[in-house]
């Protein structure tokens, strides 16, 4: 239930810096800092806190981070302020840093949650002794695996099925063109991190920028709704204890953070490597469908699926593009953290697997 370690080299913080602006902004009194790394993610950076009895959760930009825009901590800071209020998934954000001169770049501080986040499958140790039995559940028992599924999915119904205005979040996006500005926007970041020729990748692109459709309504979205992202109850897997990495939140068409959602659930036939890839709940996506997860959206929300495998190939696409910027990091040495030097293989097989989608003209 922890997933902390050591912090990777490279990526150490000013540990005299931190200290000493912590012990001025915090209520707790001095002490020794003990700082450790949520190494699983593959973006902005997150490290656990400890200071005197209180521990934080730290966020930060990843190291020879471009595009400030992409990893704005001001904005993820000030969305999950009023979404927290609305949505008790999200965590509460404490204290926002803007001076970058104390670890080298702006950072801010929420509060830590606890949970298991499903990655390949779940281990005993995920789980306190008195609820091992769930561990054996949920691998021996399809139907929870199911309602497991049905939970992650009615959870992200419940966030498109809140009011912007009324949560104060109207002004975070611009959802009228969202769908074509998203295809366009995704389109240069590639061609900005591109490393090597992916021609059926270049197809998808080709086609959805032919087959964009109007937005379907207006939400909030998560823009990375993945089990990766998802904290369960420990004590019972059917219940969301948190939602985590905000940093592509925004408003717009909800069918689109439908549509990356399904392009993370890796079918059977995308064969192991595919499978195996870090944040993928393996276990789960070898019983349930893509289809399933649309058709719980579908019931969740109450609302049509037109286009599905234009949101479909959209969302596979963009994880691509998110896999090439990740892989351009690593190779330029901005990371070194060694699960991302085979990431360009995941660029390519997306690519073919959106490819066949269209081939098929179905998800």
Same mark, same amino acid.
């Given at each position: !239930? %922890?997933? %902390? ?15 000493? *602006? ?54 993820? @800071? ?5 979404? +927290?209020? /609305? *949505? ?21 501080? !929420?509060? &830590? &949650? $606890? ?5 390949? $499958?779940?281990?005993?140790? =995920? ?16 139907? @929870? &695996? ?9 959870? !992200? ?16 996006? $611009? ?6 500005? =998203?295809?366009?926007?995704? #389109? ?27 937005? #379907? ?7 990375? *709704? ?14 969301? %204890? ?7 939140? %925004? ?12 392009? @993370? ?10 499978? +195996? ?7 789960? !996506?070898? #019983? ?24 479909? /190939? ?9 896999? =090439?910027?990740? @892989? /351009? ?8 953290? =060694?699960?991302?030097? $085979? ?11 959106? #490819? ?8």
């Amino acid at each position: !239930m %922890t997933d %902390t370690t050591d912090v990777r080299a490279g990526e150490e913080l000013d540990r005299e810096n931190l200290i000493e *602006y912590l012990h001025s902004e915090l209520s707790e009194p001095g002490g020794e800092i003990v700082i450790e790394q949520f190494p699983a993610g593959s973006s902005n950076l997150t490290y656990l806190i400890k200071l005197g009895s209180g521990e934080y959760v730290l966020r930060r930009p990843p190291f020879g981070n471009a595009v400030k825009t992409a990893h704005d901590m001001r904005r993820e @800071y000030v969305v999950l302020s009023k979404l +927290s209020a /609305v *949505y008790s998934p999200a965590p509460k954000p404490l204290l926002l840093c803007e001076d970058e001169a104390v670890i080298g770049s702006e950072f801010y501080l !929420m509060e &830590r &949650r $606890r949970g298991v986040i499903v990655r390949n $499958r779940i281990s005993a140790r =995920q789980l306190p002794p008195e609820s091992a039995d769930l561990g054996l559940r949920f691998e021996s028992d399809e139907a @929870y &695996r199911t309602e497991v599924c049905r939970t992650f999915v009615r959870n !992200m119904a419940e966030l498109h099925a809140i009011d912007p205005k009324g949560a104060g979040l109207d002004e975070i996006g $611009r959802p009228e063109g969202y769908n074509r500005r =998203q295809v366009e926007g995704w #389109s240069k970041r590639y061609l900005a991190a591109k490393t090597h020729e992916w021609p059926k990748l270049e197809e998808a692109i080709a086609w959805l920028k032919a087959n964009v459709p109007p937005e #379907s309504s207006v939400s909030i979205i998560h823009n990375d *709704y993945k089990f990766d992202n998802i904290m369960l109850d420990p004590h019972d897997l059917t219940r969301v %204890t948190a939602v985590l990495d905000w940093e592509m939140a %925004t408003i717009g068409d909800p069918l689109m953070d439908l549509g990356t959602t399904l392009g @993370y659930w890796i079918s059977t036939n995308a064969g192991d490597e595919m499978l +195996s890839m870090p944040f993928n709940p393996r276990v789960l !996506m070898e #019983s349930i469908s893509r289809r399933q997860l649309a058709d719980m959206y579908a019931e969740a929300s109450g609302r049509d699926l037109p286009d599905l495998l234009f949101y479909y /190939v959209f969302g596979t696409f963009k994880i691509a593009v998110i896999a =090439q910027q990740i @892989y /351009v990091r690593f190779i330029k040495g901005f990371t070194k953290d =060694q699960r991302f030097a $085979r990431f360009d293989r995941f660029v390519s097989e997306l690519g073919s697997i959106a #490819s066949r989608a269209l081939y098929r003209g179905r998800i």
